[in-house]
C-alpha cells in the first residue's frame, strides 16, 4: 500500500562527506534548483519529490507509483548530476541508499527524530527537513502523499523530542564549556577574558551573551575579529589586540582560551601579570588543541582547569546515554508507522471518492442525452420535469450515500 513511497539517500554514513557533493543537484541560484526539480520530477513521472540537502546528508524524498526498473538509480544519478564521469557514477551507486515502501517512511522518521544523525538528538535535522519541504511545496513539487508523510514525519519526531530524552545532555564542546562555566557559580559580572575570536569563541561569545555575562574582553591578533565579537556581545564587552594581554593590568575572574598556537603560550610568567596579585582560584577553559595553558602554569597556581580532553570524556558519556535513548525512540516511530498506515489508507479512499461525484454527473448525462433521449423527447413538458427532477433527486442521493461512508470511515 506504501509502495509510492521511495527514498535514494547518500550519507555520512556510506561515503566520506566530501563525496556527498555528487549526489547535490547542481546550481547557482534558486531559480536553476527549482528549474532542476522539476526536470527530475518530470523525467521519471514522480507524484511528488522533496530534496534535502545538509552538510552530511542528501536525501529524494519520491511519490513515484510502481515498482522503478533495474537501471533507475543510474538514470537518476546522471539526471541529477550530468557531470558525473562513468567511474564516478558507479562509485556513488555502490553507496547509495534506497528504499522503498514502509522502510523508506521509517528512515524518513528516524532522520526527522535525529536517530540517523550525525550527532543523536540534534533537533537542527529537523527544522531543515519542515524547510526543504516548505520549498518543496511552494515550488509545486512535493504533492498530497507526500504532505501526508511529513505530517506523520513532524508529529513522530516531536513525540520521541517529547517522551524521550535523546535531546538531553549537550554533546558539543562549546554547550559543555559553557555548562561548566554556569556551573562554576561566577556572577554575571565576573571579569572575563575571551582570548581568540575564530569560530569556537564566536559560538563561545553567542552563548556568553545568551547567559547575560556582559563584563567581558576579547583579545585577538586581529583586532578587527576582535571588535567583531565584543560587538556581537553588547554593551560592556571590549576589543583589544593580543600583543596588549601581556601588560593588562585588570585582573580576571575566568578565562576561556581557544587560539591557533601550535604550542602552549600562557605561562608562568604571563598568568602572574594578568592575576595583579590575586591569590584565589580562577577559572580557566582551555579549548584550544594543543592547550593554551603550559602544564607548569597549570600545576603550580590553584585554577579549576578545564580542557577540550576533559570536554569530549563527557560528551561520550553523553552521548552514550542519548544511544540508550534510541531504543525507546524506535518503538515510538513503529507506532507511529502503524497508524500512518491507516491514516494513508482513509486518505486514499476519500481521494478516490472525489472521483464519484464526476462520475455518476457523467452516467446521467450519458443516459438523459443517448441512452434514452429518444424517449425524453416523447414525453410531454409536465413529465419530462418530473423526470428530471427525480433524476436530479437521485443524483445528489448517489453522491452522498458514498462520500458519508468513506467519512464515517476516515474518522
Not at 550525525?118 to 513539487?141: F, H, K, P, S
Not at 553588547?234 to 594581554?245: F, H, I, N, Q, V
Request: glycine fraction near 4%.
Amino acid at each position: 500500500m506504501l509502495q509510492n513511497y521511495k527514498i535514494v539517500t547518500l550519507t555520512h554514513k556510506q561515503a566520506p562527506l566530501s563525496e556527498l557533493g555528487q549526489l547535490m543537484v547542481q546550481y547557482d541560484s534558486e531559480q536553476e534548483l527549482r528549474e532542476a526539480l522539476q526536470a527530475l520530477k518530470s523525467a521519471f513521472g514522480m507524484d511528488g519529490l522533496l530534496y534535502l540537502s545538509t552538510c552530511n546528508r542528501v536525501t529524494f524524498l519520491i511519490d513515484l507509483p510502481g515498482h522503478v526498473s533495474p537501471d533507475f538509480l543510474e538514470r537518476f544519478c546522471k539526471q541529477v548530476n550530468p557531470q558525473l564521469e562513468a567511474s564516478q557514477c558507479a562509485n556513488l551507486m555502490a553507496k547509495l541508499v534506497f528504499l522503498e515502501g514502509e522502510e523508506a517512511l521509517r528512515h524518513l522518521f528516524e532522520v526527522a527524530a535525529s536517530i540517523d544523525s550525525m550527532v543523536i538528538g540534534e533537533r537542527e535535522i529537523l527544522r531543515q527537513l519542515r524547510e526543504a519541504y516548505d520549498r518543496c511545496t511552494n515550488w509545486n513539487l512535493t504533492g498530497d502523499n507526500i504532505r501526508l508523510a511529513m505530517k506523520t514525519t513532524v508529529e513522530a519526531a516531536k513525540e520521541v523530542y517529547a517522551k524521550t530524552r535523546i535531546g538531553e545532555k549537550p554533546i558539543s564542546i562549546v554547550s559543555l564549556a559553557i555548562q561548566q562555566l554556569l556551573e562554576s557559580k561566577l556572577s554575571r559580572s565576573a571579569r572575563i577574558l575571551l582570548i581568540g575570536a575564530g569560530q569556537t569563541n564566536t559560538l563561545v561569545a553567542k552563548f556568553l551573551k545568551k547567559h547575560d555575562f556582559t563584563n567581558v574582553v576579547v583579545f585577538n591578533r586581529s583586532i578587527e575579529k576582535a571588535e567583531r565579537l565584543s560587538e556581537l556581545l553588547g554593551e560592556g564587552a571590549r576589543a583589544l589586540a593580543l600583543d596588549r594581554l601581556a601588560s593588562y593590568s585588570e585582573g580576571f575572574d575566568a578565562i576561556i582560551t581557544c587560539t591557533g598556537h601550535t604550542q602552549s603560550w600562557i605561562d608562568s610568567e604571563l598568568y602572574t601579570q594578568l592575576l595583579r596579585g590575586g591569590e584565589e582560584q580562577k577559572l580557566v577553559i582551555d579549548l584550544a588543541v594543543p592547550n593554551n595553558l603550559t602544564e607548569a602554569t597549570r600545576a603550580q597556581f590553584p585554577i579549576h582547569y578545564i580542557d577540550v580532553e576533559h570536554l569530549r570524556s563527557i560528551a561520550r558519556e553523553n552521548l552514550a546515554f542519548r544511544e540508550r535513548e534510541v531504543t525507546q525512540a524506535r518503538k515510538l516511530l513503529t507506532t507511529q508507522l502503524y497508524d500512518f498506515h491507516s491514516t494513508y489508507q482513509h486518505r486514499s479512499i476519500i481521494r478516490a471518492m472525489h472521483r464519484v461525484p464526476e462520475a455518476i454527473k457523467a452516467v446521467k448525462s450519458h443516459a438523459m442525452n443517448e441512452v434514452f433521449a429518444k424517449e425524453l423527447r416523447d414525453l410531454n413538458p409536465e413529465s419530462r420535469q418530473l423526470l428530471e427532477r427525480m433524476m436530479d433527486y437521485m443524483e445528489r442521493r448517489c453522491i452522498s450515500i458514498p462520500m458519508q461512508a468513506a467519512k464515517e470511515v476516515a474518522q
